[in-house]
């Protein structure tokens, strides 16, 4: 089981930065990629950004510029510095982590997610 915890959600006025950390736990050996997804009202939950074990990354191209994924193995935590906001990128933030077992996808764990909330 892993366990995946986030913070530093909050309102933030458009323009401004807020960062997103994301601390795992329980069987950490077994976490691969990790990343960062959202849901606004009303829509479908979205990708924002992923890194992988080795610190590859990957972005939605409508945060492309404006937010940076970063990973500390050693603090088992996962952060999303987000910079620019704009009032579109207002939703609830979620962790996940995907995890293997003896090289062979085990499953996924989220977060329970945090709000963000930008305001015009």
């Known amino acids: 089981q892993v366990q995946l915890v986030e913070s530093g959600g909050g309102l933030v006025q458009a323009g401004g930065s807020l960062r997103l950390s994301c601390a795992a736990s329980?069987?950490?050996?077994?976490?691969?990629?990790m990343g960062w997804y959202r849901q606004a009202p009303g829509k479908q939950r979205e990708l924002v950004a992923t890194?992988?074990?080795?610190?590859?990354?990957n972005y939605a191209d409508s945060v492309k510029g404006r937010f940076t994924i970063s990973r500390d193995n050693a603090k088992n935590t996962v952060y999303l510095q987000m910079n620019s906001l704009k009032p579109e990128d207002t939703a609830v933030y979620y962790c996940?982590?995907?995890?293997?077992?003896?090289?062979?996808?085990?499953?996924?764990?989220w977060g329970q997610g945090t709000q963000v909330t930008v305001s015009s």
């Open positions: 890194i992988t074990s080795g610190g590859s990354t």
């Open positions: 996940k982590a995907n995890t293997y077992i003896g090289g062979v996808y085990y499953r996924d764990y």
């Open positions: 329980g069987s950490i050996f077994s976490i691969n990629n």
